[in-house]
């Protein structure tokens, strides 16, 4: 099994280095290129389905990158970082040791912790394991996302190599099942 994993496209929080999470943001212009981009790299690789984040930013991502008009389902367990009070914060002022650590379930009161996330992804993955053997998925999700399953297939809990991967905006990454 390939999975295939893409970055949305830039939002104007990613450009002001601001907390996203999971509000409805559309591409920006910049976003709608990044994504077109990866159309041309995806264009001719063989994709059985598109799992995608429920969120605008994603689904305008895929949008634009499903010009095989590949099924598409979504689902919730993809998407971004549930942040509550600490949306639209400067990045510059979060505490990544704290913010990245395997142990927090929740953060600053009511901020979803990475451990949350990697739960979330962990079932994800098992279960498009079991679903979709011998197939090729393309998920289409956010930063944090990337970065869990990136941690997942790579074995890491290091908070310092955690914080060392980041999957830009537009950009894929492949993984072998």
């Given at each position: 099994?390939?999975?295939?994993?893409?970055?949305?496209?830039?939002?104007?929080?990613?450009?002001?280095?601001?907390?996203?999470?999971?509000n409805?943001?559309?591409?920006?212009?910049?976003?709608?290129?990044?994504?077109?981009q990866a159309?041309?790299?995806?264009?001719?690789?063989?994709?059985?389905?598109?799992?995608?984040?429920?969120?605008k930013?994603?689904?305008?991502?895929?949008?634009?990158?499903?010009i095989?008009?590949i099924?598409?389902?979504?689902?919730?367990?993809?998407?971004?970082?549930?942040?509550?009070?600490?949306?639209y914060?400067?990045?510059?002022?979060?505490?990544l040791?704290?913010?990245?650590?395997?142990?927090?379930?929740i953060?600053?009161?009511?901020?979803?912790?990475?451990?949350?996330?990697?739960?979330?992804?962990?079932?994800?993955?098992?279960?498009?394991q079991?679903?979709?053997k011998?197939?090729?998925?393309?998920?289409?999700t956010?930063?944090?996302?990337?970065?869990?399953?990136?941690?997942?297939?790579?074995?890491?809990?290091?908070?310092?190599?955690?914080?060392?991967?980041?999957?830009?905006?537009?950009?894929?990454?492949?993984?072998?099942?």
């Amino acid at each position: 099994m390939k999975l295939y994993v893409i970055r949305h496209g830039e939002v104007d929080i990613n450009k002001k280095g601001l907390l996203n999470g999971r509000n409805n943001t559309h591409l920006t212009t910049t976003g709608i290129n990044q994504a077109k981009q990866a159309s041309e790299l995806l264009k001719n690789i063989k994709i059985d389905i598109i799992i995608c984040s429920p969120l605008k930013r994603t689904i305008e991502t895929t949008e634009i990158i499903n010009i095989n008009h590949i099924p598409v389902i979504y689902d919730n367990r993809i998407l971004e970082r549930d942040t509550k009070s600490m949306m639209y914060q400067s990045f510059k002022q979060v505490n990544l040791n704290y913010f990245y650590n395997l142990e927090n379930k929740i953060l600053y009161k009511d901020c979803e912790g990475f451990k949350s996330i990697m739960m979330r992804i962990t079932d994800f993955i098992e279960d498009i394991q079991k679903q979709y053997k011998e197939k090729s998925v393309l998920v289409v999700t956010h930063g944090d996302i990337c970065k869990a399953i990136y941690c997942y297939f790579n074995h890491i809990s290091d908070v310092s190599k955690i914080i060392q991967f980041q999957q830009d905006n537009g950009a894929i990454a492949q993984y072998e099942i």
